[in-house]
């Protein structure tokens, strides 16, 4: 059956349902702003006439279709304001109190095929249909904040919701230029889901002082092209926000990860809950000012010195492998300006590296990234060894050899042995201890992790992990030539995945696990977490990227080193492994590719 959604009505004109009110309005449907609060309508209007005034300016509408958009929008007070509405949303607090009330008073005002949607991303959609007069007619339409320029919108079904109503919002949402993803109901749904669980996590880092605000946010914005760090994220959304949404998801899922940090009660009973109070993790201008500024918990800027210690003279760097990693890391440190001795297991093997380093710097000239002679002068600092030997007069060595701490280990013995005195001694590793490798050599203070990223040359990021045994020196040292070299350093201690990965991947895990739990599709939670979370790939594209036996090893060293029951690895993840299904490298992992 069809059902046409013409007049609309939208429940609770704070910043969200504004938003809605301003997309429904400029697709040309009537639109009922409704707020018990005449100044948060009066400001929903004033929202409405300076977004069409700017639509004019910048030529995308007209002055006479901005004079119709703006007719075909008012407010009211009175619920009863929506009686006429064909659909109605409702926006309000997200208490499930304040819900109940607002859909008991509508079943006495609208007609009978009205449709009853709420915006909730955290409340049980199903018992608040189940209240109703009407539950076939009630269901989940979860925009996305701002909804203006966010694509995606959850439309979340309750096992009483009519097919014929959810085909009407899902027609509608495609209508308004939004990617609808169908969901069942379940505290977060998709997005939220896997989101918050990856919030909290980083609350909870930060509230352990693994490390500071600005490394995290730093961290993932550059290690995972994020568009904001998981902190600046919270102020964003507001701290009370993501402490209810998190509570929901715990009393359904006892998930200890979904358990909220004491730091969010903490924060959100102190009214220090984000951006619109303006303090929540960061100090902001003002109430509601995107602008941040420094309070005692600054730290100094990136490039400043190290505290504590004085950065040793760097000018000859060591990098020991010869795959993928160990080149491109090379690469860098050649274009900064260091004489580099790249060593591998044999003569072939350490000019093979090389020439992977030329095609590469080829590749950038190619693209107006580097000049002729620049790369000329990257090659001629790159030595090729086939010895460890050849290590001994450098500054800085650092290994970036296979991810196994055995044989890590043995590669650190020898190297306490052929580099000089007062050398720092840097590990790759993105999972293992970096104090085994430095128990393995006559001096663990030498001794730092330096993460990079692949492919290093084009990854800012860089965390230099200290053990509880690095010197200030070597510490200093690794943070100052990360940042010679161009990349963003942030520090962090010796414990598994580090910032990154400690965060990424359980994301990663819950989302296989949805998978599993038959909740959603692939396709749906990549759509999902690229449109509503601003993910530059979804959780199952990376998985693929990464490689499945490579993101399970991660797991299974996070989930012995944390033993919290919700890190263990997905039962799916490890059935795909055991098949041999990799993904891209093999042609085959949670999605088929196309043999090379």
């Not at 929506?82 to 499930?96: G, P, R, T």
């Not at 959850?154 to 097919?163: A, F, G, H, K, Q």
């Not at 300006?337 to 072939?348: N, P």
């Amino acid at each position: 059956m069809d059902i046409p959604l013409h007049t609309i009505a939208v429940i609770g004109l704070g910043t969200m349902g504004s938003g809605i009110a301003d997309v429904l309005v400029r697709s040309g449907r009537r639109v009922i702003g409704i707020d018990i609060s005449e100044e948060a309508a009066g400001r929903a209007t004033r929202a409405l006439e300076a977004a069409t005034e700017r639509a004019v300016e910048r030529g995308r509408i007209t002055d006479e279709e901005r004079r119709a958009a703006l007719a075909r929008f008012r407010t009211a007070e009175d619920i009863r304001a929506a009686a006429d509405a064909e659909l109605v949303i409702e926006v309000v607090s997200e208490c499930y109190e304040t819900k109940r009330r607002v859909f008991e008073e509508l079943d006495q005002v609208v007609r009978p095929t009205t449709i009853l949607a709420t915006g909730t991303n955290a409340l049980s959609v199903t018992r608040l249909a189940a209240g109703s007069a009407r539950p076939e007619r009630v269901l989940g339409l979860h925009f996305f904040n701002p909804a203006q320029a966010m694509r995606l919108i959850e439309v979340v079904s309750s096992v009483l919701t009519d097919p014929a109503a959810v085909t009407a919002v899902t027609g509608l949402a495609r209508d308004l230029g939004k990617e609808p993803v169908a969901v069942g109901d379940r505290p977060g749904f998709i997005a939220d889901g896997l989101l918050f669980g990856y919030l909290n996590q980083a609350a909870a880092m930060y509230e352990a002082r693994y490390a500071s605000r600005e490394d995290i946010d730093a961290a993932m914005r550059l290690g995972c092209g994020l568009p904001m760090g998981p902190l600046e994220l919270l102020d964003l959304i507001g701290i009370d926000t993501a402490r209810t949404v998190l509570d929901a998801m715990y009393t359904a899922s006892h998930d200890r990860l979904h358990a909220p940090a004491p730091v969010l009660r903490q924060l959100s009973e102190a009214g220090l809950t984000g951006r619109k109070a303006g303090r929540g993790f960061y100090t902001y201008t003002g109430p509601g000012a995107p602008g941040t500024v420094a309070d005692a918990l600054t730290p100094a800027p990136v490039a400043a010195p190290a505290p504590g210690g004085r950065a040793r003279p760097v000018s000859t760097v060591g990098v020991v492998g010869s795959g993928t990693m160990a080149a491109g890391i090379a690469e860098v440190f050649a274009k900064a300006g260091y004489a580099v001795v790249l060593a591998a297991r044999s003569d072939a093997k350490a000019r093979a590296a090389r020439e992977r380093i030329a095609a590469s710097l080829e590749r950038s000239v190619t693209k107006g990234r580097l000049s002729a002679g620049a790369r000329e002068e990257a090659l001629t600092r790159i030595t090729p060894a086939a010895t460890l030997d050849a290590l001994n007069p450098v500054d800085l060595a650092l290994e970036a050899v296979a991810e196994d701490l055995d044989v890590k280990r043995r590669l650190f013995g020898v190297l306490d042995k052929v580099c000089a005195p007062g050398a720092v001694l840097a590990t790759t590793t993105s999972s293992l201890p970096v104090v085994a490798c430095a128990r393995a050599t006559e001096r663990p203070e030498d001794v730092v992790g330096m993460h990079f990223f692949n492919p290093a040359p084009a990854m800012r990021l860089v965390e230099v992990v200290r053990t509880v045994l690095t010197s200030d020196a070597a510490h200093a040292t690794a943070r100052a030539t990360a940042l010679r070299t161009g990349k963003h350093p942030v520090d962090c201690g010796d414990r598994a995945g580090f910032i990154v990965n400690a965060l990424l991947f359980p994301y990663l895990n819950n989302a296989i696990k949805m998978v599993g739990e038959h909740y959603a599709t692939l396709d749906d939670i990549d759509a999902a977490m690229k449109l509503g979370g601003g993910y530059p790939m979804g959780p199952f594209e990376l998985l693929d990227v990464v490689g499945l036996d490579v993101s399970l090893a991660i797991e299974k060293v996070l989930h012995r080193e944390f033993r919290d029951p919700g890190l263990a690895p997905a039962p799916l993840l490890e059935h795909l492994v055991a098949a041999g299904c990799l993904g891209r490298k093999t042609g085959r992992g949670f999605r088929e590719y196309a043999r090379r």
